[in-house]
Nanobody
């Protein structure tokens, strides 16, 4: 399963962007999906996560400004980013836990997309 992100770009502070991340196989079994921005010289950390049941969690830095949503039928996750700030500038990576079930075992594979650049100008 591959994850393909889209929707990044350049926006002025206060503006909005919507990121999308689609799994290459719509019938893949996926648990949580999330967005992890990484700015130069900083670690990659989650800002929004959503479970297969729709439970969401946000980092304090984006609470009230970002909204994560998910279309389970398409195995696609979205991140609506409003009131963007220059400090939101980063490469945004999509992450998903792909579950592979056989008669012998259940295996879980963290999977990353290639990233999409978000740049917020002041």
């Amino acid at each position: 399963v591959q994850l393909v992100e889209s929707g990044g770009g350049l926006v002025q502070a206060g503006g909005s962007l919507r990121l999308s991340c689609e799994a290459s196989r719509s019938n893949a079994d996926i648990n949580y999906m999330g967005w992890y921005p990484q700015a130069p010289g900083k670690p990659r950390e989650p800002v929004a996560i959503i479970t297969s049941g729709g439970t969401t969690n946000y980092a304090d830095s984006v609470e009230g400004r970002f909204t994560i949503s998910r279309d389970n039928a398409k195995n696609t996750v979205y991140l609506q980013m409003n009131r963007l700030k220059p400090e939101d500038t980063a490469v945004y990576y999509c992450n998903a836990e792909v579950v592979v079930t056989t008669i012998e075992s259940v295996s879980r594979f963290p999977t990353w997309g290639q990233g999409t650049q978000v740049t917020v100008s002041s």
